[in-house]
């Protein structure tokens, strides 16, 4: 059974940072594609930023040059470094895990707060 789980989340002020961890288990990993997506409060869900097996990562528009995805496949953790924060970051951050070769293989994790505010 596929589970990721999410930590890191919290309340920070305005230019400040935060590290997201998505800890990953009953999974190969290091073949999947990593993604964190957010959903802002009253608003659906959007994709953020993804690596891929082979470390290639590629980011949403809004936060590109200032979130940071990363990878440990022997730890099977995925990380979102997340500078110069905003308010319109402020939403609940999500791991996802896909399987590119197995269709269906689409597992969530339960998300984490992120609230930026003075």
């Known amino acids: 059974q596929v589970q990721l789980v999410e930590s890191g989340g919290g309340l920070v002020q305005p230019g400040g940072s935060l590290r997201l961890s998505c800890a990953a288990s009953?999974?190969?990993?290091?073949?999947?594609?990593m993604n964190w997506f957010r959903q802002p409060p009253g608003r659906q869900r959007e994709w953020v930023a993804v690596?891929?097996?082979?470390?290639?990562?590629n980011y949403a528009d809004s936060v590109k040059g200032r979130f940071t995805i990363s990878r440990d496949n022997a730890k099977k953790m995925v990380y979102l470094q997340m500078n110069s924060l905003k308010p319109e970051d402020t939403a609940v951050y999500y791991c996802n895990i896909i399987n590119p070769e197995q269709s269906g293989y689409n597992y969530w994790g339960q998300g984490t707060q992120v609230t930026v505010s003075s």
């Open positions: 690596v891929h097996s082979d470390g290639h990562t």
């Open positions: 009953g999974t190969i990993f290091s073949t999947h594609i």
